[in-house]
């Protein structure tokens, strides 16, 4: 089955201790993408990748980091969190970049940095 | 900043009504996709639209374009309480690639 997995799906962690949540997906997808989702401000992206080891900045790249070694990974990493990092995160993968293509949501990791 | 603005924000009907929203945008678009979330689960894609066509749809979903308003809505007829959820809207601008969403439209129907 095609399919983003996310792990773990809810994580409650103190600030400060660094944590990673992966994302595989195993349809070849080249474009991969890290969003967060917050009450009223819809998705924002914080990273994206457009192959292995090709990363860049989304909109709110601030406090996070990720890695593309292998073309189906790409785990965000979250050096040393802070409470305004709660939020629902989401992976997504793609064929391609843009519009052009569907994106594929993982189901999600709720995050909670107190 | 924003390129997808979905109103209403929040709409409330009968199951058997149509359910319509709307999304509209700032700049020149390559294409528009909509999406459903079910309550914190994951998005799911459920229709694009290229800018050059006016109306498409899928089953009981009707998508129309309004290029010349920057604008778009997503009609679900005959809705179901399973229709429940939120809807985006995404778009990228036609000088780059990267998707930009709306904040959503929370539907509920109502049994």
């Known amino acids: 089955e095609a399919q983003v997995t996310q792990n773990p799906r809810y994580l409650i962690t103190v600030t400060g201790k660094k944590l990673t949540v992966t994302c595989s997906q195993n349809?070849?997808?080249?474009?991969m993408s890290w969003y967060r989702q917050d009450p009223g401000l819809g998705l924002r992206q914080i990273y994206y990748?457009?192959?292995?080891?090709?990363?860049d900045k989304g909109d709110v790249p601030e406090g996070y980091k990720v890695s593309r070694k292998e073309k189906r990974n790409f785990p965000l990493i979250l050096e040393s969190p802070s409470p305004n990092q709660t939020s629902l995160y989401f992976c997504a993968s793609s064929i391609g970049t843009g519009s052009s293509y569907e994106q594929y949501f993982g189901p999600g990791t709720r995050l909670t940095v107190t | 900043s924003q390129q997808g603005e979905e109103d209403p924000q929040a709409l409330s009907i009968q199951e058997g009504e149509n359910a319509t929203m709307n999304c509209s945008y700032k700049?020149?678009?390559?294409?528009l996709q909509w999406y459903r979330q079910n309550s914190g689960r994951g998005l799911v894609h459920l229709i694009l639209?290229?800018?050059n066509e006016r109306e498409k749809h899928s089953g009981r979903l009707r998508v129309t374009l309004d290029t010349s308003k920057k604008s778009s809505s997503l009609l679900i007829t005959a809705s179901r309480a399973a229709d429940t959820a939120s809807y985006f809207c995404?778009?990228?601008?036609?000088?780059?690639?990267?998707?930009?969403w709306g904040a959503g439209t929370k539907l509920i129907i109502k049994p």
């Open positions: 990748s457009m192959n292995v080891e090709v990363t």
């Open positions: 639209i290229r800018s």
């Open positions: 700049t020149s678009i390559n294409n």
């Open positions: 995404a778009t990228d601008a036609k000088s780059n690639y990267q998707l930009i």
């Open positions: 349809m070849n997808h080249e474009y």
